[in-house]
């Protein structure tokens, strides 16, 4: 089946480590995106990226990378830069063109700093 | 900047009873606005999707509404399930340029349906 693949599902990170999320899909997307979710927030952008070798800023980019060198993967790391990075993360993909095009999410992944 | 916001933040009802939810967008260049429902420590669902130059969208006991002039849009629950229990977030789609596609967020509405 086509979809959007998260994990691991549950991540925890020591004090100065990089974590990373890794975000696959097979739904031959264009775009894919980092969002993240706080207790009782919304959702917020971290990074999106449109093509391959590509990729831009979010609203919350600050402590976080990413790369696109597949069209289906885009991973996103989580650097000791970043405060407070326990959350849940979502990674979502859209394909372009067309009208009423449909974003699709993976079913998240939990990080908890210990 | 777009601000979404979404009224009330939180819902709870009788199963059986119809019920609205309600979205506010600050710009109204969107592209389209789409709810969602998220069950709890899951992804998001997309449920209905409405263009720009739509006025609504139906899916089975949904109903999504959107007057793009006013920056509104309301979902409608008709004859409400304990099933329907999720919560509920509206997104709109900025139009064009390097944003293609980027979606911004209200901070949803969290609906109990009781039995």
């Known amino acids: 089946d086509g979809g959007i693949t998260q994990s691991p599902k549950y991540l925890f990170r020591k004090e100065g480590q990089n974590v990373t999320l890794s975000c696959e899909q097979n739904l031959n997307h264009d775009a894919m995106y980092w969002y993240r979710q706080d207790p009782g927030q919304g959702l917020r952008l971290i990074y999106y990226s449109q093509i391959v070798n590509d990729f831009q800023k979010g609203d919350i980019a600050e402590g976080y990378s990413v790369s696109r060198e597949k069209k289906e993967s885009f991973p996103l790391t989580v650097t000791s830069a970043q405060k407070n990075p326990t959350a849940f993360y979502l990674c979502a993909s859209i394909v372009f063109g067309g009208a009423g095009n449909t974003i699709y999410f993976g079913e998240g992944s939990w990080l908890t700093v210990v | 900047k777009q601000e979404v916001t979404q009224i009330p933040a939180a819902l709870s009802v009788p199963e059986g009873e119809n019920l609205v939810l309600n979205c506010s967008f600050t710009?109204?260049?969107?592209?389209?606005l789409q709810w969602f429902r998220q069950d709890p420590g899951k992804g998001l669902t997309s449920l209905l999707l409405i263009q720009s130059s739509q006025r609504e969208q139906t899916s089975g006991r949904l109903n999504a509404s959107l007057d793009k002039s006013s920056g509104r849009s309301t979902l409608y629950i008709a004859a409400s399930q304990p099933g329907d229990s999720a919560t509920y977030l509206c997104a709109v789609r900025e139009v064009g340029g390097t944003s293609y596609g980027k979606l911004t967020f209200g901070q949803g509405t969290i609906l109990t349906v009781h039995p």
């Open positions: 710009d109204s260049a969107i592209y389209n």
